[in-house]
């Protein structure tokens, strides 16, 4: 039965909750204090995990944003209890760890205080600096959540999404090449450019990882470039057959 404030749930402060207990706006799960949550008890927003704090979350018992794992206080975080970000392992205070429990950053390996001097990139060596002095392309950063308003999903989307009248969207679980390869179809022609920087690129190793084969493009644009060349030439033997035409 809907009550005043719209709330299909029971014991609701807040408007537009199917759930219980709910403080919020628009949640679909119970006892949030935030707003369009699908899972429970979170005073964060738009998060379908549980007792989250922070916002985006697919995980449980997050502080920090855009979490796939569990009890992390970072954000961008696939792995579990991490204070960092962008780790895929676990308990990491440090940043972009694969490994576990490392203080320091950029570390495959576990209780690792000290950030390695050199790092692998498409599986060659080289010194640190270099891979951060490299100017890299902004479609590499890519997020695998995002959230969909209601107002533009497709049909199909809504009747997966049965909630969405309610939470006004959905968040949208995106697969990792699908993501990567949407981030770079975004992107403009000097940002794509830009992947080329990177030191020991490698089109066949970028194009396993990402699904995007970079040499399609260099190939339109040498053909682009060389049909450019032919109307130049055109132009230019017609501006001569011109001028010859004009002196009889």
Same mark, same amino acid.
Not at 79 to 88: A, E, P, Q
Not at 124 to 135: A, G, L, R
């Given at each position: 039965m809907t009550d005043q404030k719209n709330n299909t749930g029971n014991r609701n402060t807040g408007n537009r909750n199917t759930g219980d207990w709910n403080?919020?706006?628009?949640?679909?799960? =119970? %006892? !949030? $204090? /935030?707003?369009? +949550? *699908? &899972? @429970?008890r979170n005073t964060g927003n738009r998060n379908t995990g549980d007792w989250n704090t922070g916002d985006w979350n697919t995980g449980d018992w997050n502080t920090g944003n855009r979490n796939n794992g569990y009890w992390n206080t970072g954000s961008r975080n696939t792995g579990n209890r991490n204070t960092g970000y962008w780790n895929t392992g =676990? %308990? !990491? $205070? /440090?940043?972009? +760890? *694969? &490994? @576990?429990?490392?203080?320091g950053n950029r570390n495959t390996g576990y209780f690792n205080i000290e950030t390695?001097?050199?790092?692998?990139?498409?599986?060659?060596?080289?010194?640190?600096?270099?891979?951060?002095?490299?100017?890299?392309?902004?479609?590499?950063?890519?997020?695998?959540?995002e959230w969909v308003d209601e107002s533009?999903?497709?049909?199909?989307?809504?009747?997966?999404?049965?909630?969405?009248?309610?939470?006004?969207?959905?968040?949208?679980?995106?697969?990792?090449k699908e993501a990567f390869q949407e981030s770079y179809k975004n992107a403009s022609k000097k940002d794509r450019e830009k992947i080329f920087n990177i030191p020991n690129f490698d089109a066949d190793k970028f194009f396993e990882i990402s699904g995007i084969d970079v040499r399609k493009d260099a190939e339109k644009e040498d053909k682009k470039n060389s049909l450019l060349?032919?109307?130049?030439?055109?132009?230019?033997?017609?501006?001569?057959?011109?001028?010859?035409?004009?002196?009889?």
């Amino acid at each position: 039965m809907t009550d005043q404030k719209n709330n299909t749930g029971n014991r609701n402060t807040g408007n537009r909750n199917t759930g219980d207990w709910n403080t919020g706006y628009w949640n679909t799960g =119970n %006892r !949030n $204090t /935030g707003d369009w +949550n *699908t &899972g @429970n008890r979170n005073t964060g927003n738009r998060n379908t995990g549980d007792w989250n704090t922070g916002d985006w979350n697919t995980g449980d018992w997050n502080t920090g944003n855009r979490n796939n794992g569990y009890w992390n206080t970072g954000s961008r975080n696939t792995g579990n209890r991490n204070t960092g970000y962008w780790n895929t392992g =676990n %308990r !990491n $205070t /440090g940043n972009r +760890n *694969t &490994g @576990n429990w490392n203080t320091g950053n950029r570390n495959t390996g576990y209780f690792n205080i000290e950030t390695p001097k050199t790092i692998m990139v498409f599986d060659n060596e080289i010194d640190i600096s270099e891979w951060n002095e490299c100017v890299k392309p902004n479609f590499i950063y890519f997020d695998l959540t995002e959230w969909v308003d209601e107002s533009v999903m497709t049909q199909e989307e809504k009747d997966k999404n049965d909630d969405y009248g309610t939470v006004g969207g959905y968040l949208k679980k995106k697969d990792y090449k699908e993501a990567f390869q949407e981030s770079y179809k975004n992107a403009s022609k000097k940002d794509r450019e830009k992947i080329f920087n990177i030191p020991n690129f490698d089109a066949d190793k970028f194009f396993e990882i990402s699904g995007i084969d970079v040499r399609k493009d260099a190939e339109k644009e040498d053909k682009k470039n060389s049909l450019l060349e032919k109307l130049k030439s055109l132009i230019d033997k017609a501006e001569e057959l011109k001028k010859e035409a004009n002196n009889l």
